[in-house]
């Protein structure tokens, strides 16, 4: 039971400090990683790559803090990415078949609530494993986008639909103050809302919270639904970055996802956690990725060194567990 | 003493520095993009680009070659920032082996005002400065209608293993061989599966098929990378008489032609294409102009006694065709073809 937001102030404050280690632990891995990138290459300091590392990575701090939502609640969600190429379909189609970029945007929107909203009746209503059932979904979504797609991919050229994943201020990408106001929102949302509460509540203890009256079911459906959501503005956002509707769009994002979030202290068990550290988690994701395409380093040895980034980080992750229970 | 030594040490190591700089003062940036980098086709296209490289730099002293090889891990989503990473380092030549097409269109543009020439590989594009063909319709139909032949008339039945489904290369494979096993009526397709370039996959599939198939005689596949599991699947079942039809020109494929397991292949070869890859990005550099639609030479591989057989069963004598001892030394010397002799 370590819930930073519904217990005593005692267990809140020694939980924050075990976060807030973790905090400085990634930041500091951020600004060694980014020197060491910067020594290797003089470009990574370069406006242009900035640009380029925080366009990139829009979509993985939307999806990370859908999934962090859920891993607070001590659930997962494999069908991110395949929801992200259904809920792109939808939209694209909608957007093609109409006209109509605004209808595009509702439609993309709700095919990602829906496949949300099937995890969630699912998981929270019918108390399947989360693990399953969003297995079955990843199939499921991925499917339904190769048929509406017809497994070929659909040129869009309409503006708005465009806007928020292509375009750029300058070198800043119009779609980071986006993703900077969501985090804001769902912050709000998760620290100072009843619903926060029950996320924490849920992931820490789900019959504690059930016996509290805390309705946990209901909240398992709605973090779902929220992380459909999120997985339809990431279609928007990735449509727009490729100036078309792709069939095989978002594949294994939910594995970057859940690596983020597990970076950024976020326990799979649940109930404890919060999104600066997935934030800073997909940062430092981010760069290591960016700052290895820049180094040219050799496909094998980045899987190895991004799978020891990992490891390390859980190594330390459990250490300083064990050290707070010691 | 030691001083003076040192001295001398030092300025012949600066009068060597300053020679090689001088020595090598074009440079030659090639950096390949690629969907994946697990199957064995990409790991020897990786040792080809990356012996072709070191060839050519040590080969030619007045530019120094270099080059970088990216994979995706199969998510467009990493190719474009890898492409848009690569494009913001301005390297002279990208080869881009894009998941889908369409989703560079914006990219070769970028590129292309950055002066950086843009190789499309294996699936075509119009906006590219050039793209690298495999004429995979052609070698489809020169699978399939060596499947045609060998089957000798008798009643005979197929499983086509697939790409993933919308990637061009795939799809032009499959028209191929379709192609021409529909060049005779014996031949049967009765299974048509996309294994997603996923050797798991492949393995799973060809499970299937041989429960669901009992009198199956040949398994056709898209890459030589669904081979090696159904092979192994076959011969751990004792189902020894199956026969395989494989693309790549992967080396133990073309090997297991000469026990009469696979029966014909498509020689690419992931080494040679990489050795070739460099040569191609030389030529350029230099000021020749390739087609901008460049069809690399693939021939079907048979052994001499198949290709008899098939001939005498209708096969076109017109298609060109190695033979195993051949086309192994093709495959595995990359150099032979593409390497620094073959522009001096």
């Known amino acids: 039971m370590t819930s930073t937001a519904s217990l005593g102030n005692g267990t809140k404050k020694k939980s924050l400090d075990g976060l807030m280690l973790r905090y400085l632990v990634l930041i500091g891995l951020i600004v060694i990683a980014s020197v060491g990138f910067s020594m290797a290459n003089d470009n990574f300091y370069s406006l242009v790559n900035i640009g380029i590392l925080l366009r990139s990575i829009a979509v993985l701090f939307l999806v990370s803090m859908g999934m962090t939502f859920i891993i607070l609640t001590g659930g997962i969600d494999l069908s991110i990415g395949s929801n992200v190429a259904f809920s792109g379909a939808v939209g694209v189609i909608t957007l093609t078949t109409t006209g109509s970029a605004t209808l595009g ?4 929107l709700l095919a990602g609530m829906f496949i949300g909203s099937i995890n969630g009746f699912f998981i929270g209503r019918l108390k399947l494993s989360a693990f399953m059932v969003s297995l079955a979904t990843y199939a499921l979504a991925r499917g339904l986008a190769l048929v509406l797609f017809d497994a070929n991919s659909i040129n869009v050229d309409n503006i708005t639909f465009l806007w928020l994943g292509g375009v750029s ?7 980071i103050p986006f993703v900077a106001l969501v985090f804001v929102v769902l912050s709000i949302v998760l620290y100072k809302t009843p619903f926060g509460r029950d996320v924490y509540a849920a992931g820490a203890n789900v019959n504690t919270a059930f016996v509290l009256g805390r309705r946990p079911e209901r909240t398992l459906v709605w973090v779902y639904v929220l992380s459909g959501a999120l997985a339809g503005l990431s279609a928007i956002i990735t449509v727009g970055r490729v100036s078309s509707g792709q069939p095989w769009a978002g594949l294994y994002l939910e594995f970057d996802a859940i690596t983020a979030v597990i970076l950024g202290g976020t326990s799979l068990f649940g109930g404890r956690g919060r999104l600066l550290g997935t934030i800073l988690g997909v940062l430092l994701y981010g760069i290591i990725i960016n700052g290895l395409v820049l180094t040219g380093t050799n496909p094998y040895l ?4 991004k799978g020891l980034i990992l490891l390390g980080v859980v190594l330390l992750d459990t250490l300083t567990q064990r050290g707070k229970t010691a | ?5 040192m001295t001398a040490g030092l300025a012949l190591a600066t009068a060597f520095g300053v020679g090689a700089a001088l020595a090598a003062d ?18 020897a296209w990786l040792t080809g680009f990356e012996d072709a490289i070191a060839a050519y730099d040590k080969a030619f002293a007045d530019v120094k070659v270099t080059g970088r090889w990216l994979s995706a891990e199969g998510s467009l989503e990493k ?8 494009i913001n380092e301005k390297p002279d030549v990208m080869f881009v082996n894009a998941i889908n097409v369409d989703a560079f269109e914006p990219l070769v543009a970028k590129a292309q005002a950055e002066g950086i020439t843009w190789i499309a590989v294996h699936s075509p594009m119009e906006s590219a400065d050039y793209s690298f063909t495999l004429g995979d319709v052609v070698n489809g139909t020169n699978q399939g209608m060596a499947m045609c032949a060998l089957s000798k008339g008798e009643p005979f039945q197929v499983g086509v293993m697939l790409g993933q489904a919308g990637n061009p290369s795939g799809e032009a494979r499959r028209e191929g061989i379709l192609k021409g096993i529909a060049t005779c009526d014996n031949v049967e397709v009765v299974a048509e599966q996309p294994a997603d370039w996923d050797t798991v996959k492949a393995q799973t599939i060809a499970e299937n098929w041989f429960t669901q198939y009992p009198d199956l005689d040949a398994i056709s596949g898209v890459t030589d990378g669904y081979m090696y599991p159904s092979i192994a699947i076959a011969t751990n079942s004792g189902k020894t008489d199956i026969q395989f039809y494989g693309y790549d020109g992967d080396i133990p494929i073309i090997q297991q032609m ?9 020689l690419l070869s992931g080494t040679r294409e990489g050795w070739n890859f460099v040569q191609m990005a030389y030529r350029i550099h230099k000021g020749e102009t390739p087609d901008k639609v460049y069809d690399f030479f693939t021939p079907l591989v048979l052994t001499e006694a198949n290709h008899k057989i098939a001939l005498e069963h209708g096969f076109p004598e017109d298609v060109q065709v190695y033979y195993v001892p051949e086309a192994l030394e093709v495959a595995a ?3 032979l073809e593409f390497g620094p002799d073959s522009v001096k």
Not at chain 1, 105 to 108: E, L, P, S
Not at chain 2, 1 to 5: A, I, P, S
Not at chain 2, 79 to 86: C, N
Not at chain 2, 258 to 266: C, K, L, R, S, T
């Open chain 2, 26 to 43: 074009d440079t030659l940036d090639i950096v390949f993009i690629n969907d994946g980098h697990v199957a064995p086709y990409h790991v």
């Open chain 1, 169 to 175: 201020w300058g070198n800043m990408p119009v779609v």
């Open chain 2, 79 to 86: 190719m474009i920032q890898q492409t848009e990473v690569t």
């Open chain 1, 302 to 305: 980045q899987s190895l060194i």
């Open chain 2, 333 to 335: 010397k990359g150099y």
């Open chain 1, 105 to 108: 945007f509702i439609t993309a």
């Open chain 2, 258 to 266: 000469e026990n009469g397991q696979v029966m014909a292949d498509i």
């Open chain 2, 1 to 5: 003493m030691r001083l003076k030594t």
